[in-house]
């Protein structure tokens, strides 16, 4: 592996990319069921990729999403009769699948939403042309066999950009247990794995878990990770519009922000808040939405833990003041997860320039970047005690605050939006060269 200083020095020298380097314009469709205005973490990740191909490369894109199961925006209603409607925004085409938006709580709940979108996305075929290139996400998993197909009918290179590692992720996860969903999965990741032409991972221990259980060619695989808009999230003053609307200008605020979910120990904030009772002016600030929000909501209260806030989740227009409100972030994530899952948070966080405690294996995407930057503390997952010592430690130490802050914001122009979206475009140029 590339020393971290050899890495980032590398990043830096590379020129910025420029229209007149490319000959013709590339075709590029993207499967995934979560797109704008769908507020998913990969749904707004894959709109910013895409809406800068176009902007900034000129490329002709187009995206087979589906109904979002959570919205920034409203979306005018689709229906099976008709399921697939085209949609445009910002220079990209959207071909809009119709599916379900049940709760994803239940099994059968996530399985009906993963089976109509497929369908309608099979539909959503016939009206792509001839790409280039086809890039297949994982929402739902089973997308990438329309991709492959479809790629393969088509004459396009496939490009197989791995966001979570199945049917790893939902062992893990206690309200999707099926053995023989879990067969079917696997067999659709290695299958996956084999048909791509290039693989992208989100970091070096998800390739190492697609080379170990998948089969996947190494040679295939390119790392890039997630990011975060350094421009539109900066450090911010913690007395801010956000702050003040909740009272929070003068607490020490100890943040979770992102999804309340299952992949998560989220359950674990509560007994953090639970220890840290005597610090009185420490406030645990959970902010965004999921399927163990309420859950957590009724717990505190019935502990009464008065030292905990739920606030809903914030449009990314919001996301410098809310992010700069806190003095501490929380990261967490079950143990066995590690390069199945990688926490895309993180790369807020270092755009504001804020330290973290990671409840995360030593593994971690998360915990590297800790480790090759400086900018967090480490604690083994479920670890309720490490993780307040932790947070007694940021507390009591504002030269420790400082420095962690200052390393994550320079950590966080390394994993910037530019960057990773100038290396989709090495990836895809190449791919089809």
């Excluded at 009272?247 to 020490?252: A, I």
């Excluded at 965004?288 to 739920?310: I, M």
């Excluded at 930057?373 to 940021?394: F, S, T, Y």
Aim: hydrophobic residues 45%.
């Amino acid at each position: 592996m590339m020393p971290t200083a050899a890495r980032d020095s590398r990043l830096q020298a590379e020129p910025p990319p420029s229209l007149d380097r490319r000959e013709r314009t590339l075709k590029v469709v993207f499967f995934n069921r979560s797109y704008y205005p769908d507020f998913g973490a990969t749904g707004q990740l894959l709109t910013e990729l895409c809406e800068d191909l176009v902007s900034r490369f000129g490329y002709d894109v187009t995206v087979v999403a589906g109904v979002p199961l959570a919205a920034e925006a409203p979306v005018a209603p689709l229906h099976f009769y008709a399921p697939v409607r085209r949609e445009q925004r910002n220079g990209v085409r959207i071909l809009r699948a119709w599916g379900t938006a049940l709760p994803t709580r239940t099994l059968r709940g996530r399985i009906t939403n993963y089976l109509s979108y497929f369908a309608s996305a099979s539909l959503a075929v016939f009206r792509i042309g001839r790409p280039d290139v086809i890039v297949s996400l994982t929402d739902p998993p089973i997308v990438a066999l329309i991709a492959a197909a479809a790629a393969r009918a088509t004459g396009a290179r496939f490009v197989f950009l791995s966001q979570d590692v199945f049917p790893e992720v939902t062992r893990l996860l206690e309200n999707f247990q099926s053995g023989a969903m879990d067969g079917l999965l696997a067999r659709i990741g290695r299958f996956t794995v084999r048909r791509a032409d290039r693989i992208i991972a989100l970091g070096d221990t998800m390739k190492r878990r697609l080379i170990e259980t998948k089969g996947a060619n190494p040679e295939k695989i390119r790392v890039i990770h997630n990011w975060a808009d350094a421009d539109a999230i900066q450090p911010a003053s913690k007395d801010n519009p956000f702050a003040r609307q909740h009272g929070l200008v003068d607490k020490f605020v100890v943040m979770h922000s992102g999804n309340v979910g299952l992949s998560q120990d989220v359950d674990g904030f509560l007994d953090v808040a639970d220890r840290l009772r005597d610090l009185p002016d420490l406030v645990v600030v959970i902010v965004g939405e999921g399927s163990r929000k309420e859950r957590l909501q009724t717990a505190a209260l019935e502990r009464g833990l008065a030292n905990v806030r739920f606030l809903p989740y914030q449009p990314k227009t919001a996301l410098n003041d809310s992010f700069g409100t806190a003095d501490v972030f929380l990261i967490s994530l079950k143990r066995g997860l590690a390069g199945f899952i990688v926490p895309s948070k993180l790369y807020g966080i270092l755009a504001a320039g804020r330290p973290f405690v990671a409840a995360v294996e030593g593994d971690c995407e998360v915990a590297q970047i800790a480790r090759d930057h400086d900018c967090g503390i480490v604690v083994e997952p479920g670890d309720r005690d490490a993780i307040a010592q932790a947070i007694r430690r940021l507390y009591a130490d504002r030269v420790s605050r400082t420095r962690l802050a200052q390393h994550a914001r320079a950590a966080g122009t390394i994993y910037d939006r530019r960057r990773a979206v100038e290396a989709y475009r090495e990836v895809l140029e190449a791919v089809t060269t």
